[in-house]
């Protein structure tokens, strides 16, 4: 299982500095949506030039323009992009051709995505690489978590790879390692905690 | 009628370029979604420096973490933020609570909402500034255009403005006119146009 870190509330110097001491235990360092809001893919370049022996996850929750925004991502050095499984499945191929063009991957962000047993195929069905069952931060702060929507993802994905994300933390992380996703998504649970790289290599070691 | 200039594909450098000559013409100055991903909310505070008599928005496309997200683009300068109508209603009024402290608007963009009669009531009470309707480029390329959506919209909306986009350009502008929105989104009906600034005219000209 690889362990992806959610860089969303920092800024490219903060998070660059950050990634020092926390990169050892990282697989995939994500640029989350208001970090990219903030910095733009010159994160991403950034991220990419100093840690090419890690993957680089572009956040972008692309919702139109698929190729066009999966290009921007990939030109910058991005492995992954993610599309919202919300959106139309036009902008979800479009996404996914531009990946098989430049051999990147695709990441489906299944928020607020109500019919998972009727999307999940479809998704499938164009050739996304994997599909993320992601609790928002909005809804976290009114107590919902993630785990019921793995249960349900795992039940219905066939061929795509399974990610979740949504307030995990080394507490909670081994009632998700149970349900054996691909990719765990961290993000408070490590930038936040008392001892940042504690987290990581506890939540790290639990995933392995 | 406003007139909204949509920069989509563009760098910073020659979104200014164009602005030179377009400036005059436009009302809100939109930073698009891809021009965002390009730039970072850098271009949201460079054209705002450049043209404080002009509005900006910044096209966020918020999903999640609405207060957060909507106070980068406001702390940046700008005048509005986009958040998806698709997304939970809790992200949608982190948005509008986040509006209303820094004294600026949110902008709801309807692309892909398929429930105009039951989300439109929902999100009024909320207290957005504005509708879109939105047809995705995606979309356009299907042939699809936001005509008969902007029809529907003008049937639901009571209280909020009304904006609509997706492909308009200075032959079709008038069929737009007709349904009197309150805002008309143009990108590449002038930025693609043979002449962008004629094009603006004649546009701006339809809407007075």
């Known amino acids: 299982m690889k362990l992806q870190l959610a860089m969303d ?45 890690l993957e680089v996850l572009c956040d972008a929750k692309i919702m139109d323009a698929g190729a066009y925004e999966a290009q921007l991502a990939y030109d910058a050095g991005a492995d992954y992009v993610t599309v919202l499984g919300i959106t139309d499945m036009l902008t979800v191929n479009g996404c996914v051709e531009q990946a098989q063009k430049q051999e990147r991957q695709v990441m489906v962000d299944l928020i607020c995505v109500q019919n998972v047993a009727e999307r999940v195929p479809m998704l499938e069905e164009l050739g996304v690489d994997v599909l993320a069952v992601h609790t928002g931060a909005d809804q976290q702060h009114a107590g919902r978590t993630p785990l019921e929507d793995l249960k349900e993802l795992t039940h219905y994905a066939k061929k795509a790879q399974v990610a979740v994300a949504g307030g995990i933390n080394s507490e909670t992380i081994d009632a998700y390692v149970a349900l054996k996703p691909d990719i765990v998504i961290v993000g408070s649970g490590i930038l936040n905690a008392e001892d940042p790289v504690e987290a990581a290599r506890v939540i790290k070691k639990a995933l392995s």
Do not use: C, M, N, W
């Not at 509330?9 to 998070?15: D, I, K, M, N, Q």
């Not at 500095?17 to 989350?32: F, N, Q, R, S, W």
């Open 9 to 53: 509330e920092l800024g490219l110097s903060e998070a660059l500095e950050a990634l020092k001491e926390l990169h050892p235990y990282v697989d995939i360092v994500e640029v989350g949506t208001p970090f990219l809001i903030d910095a733009g893919r010159e994160a991403v370049r950034q991220i990419k030039e100093s840690y090419p022996e």
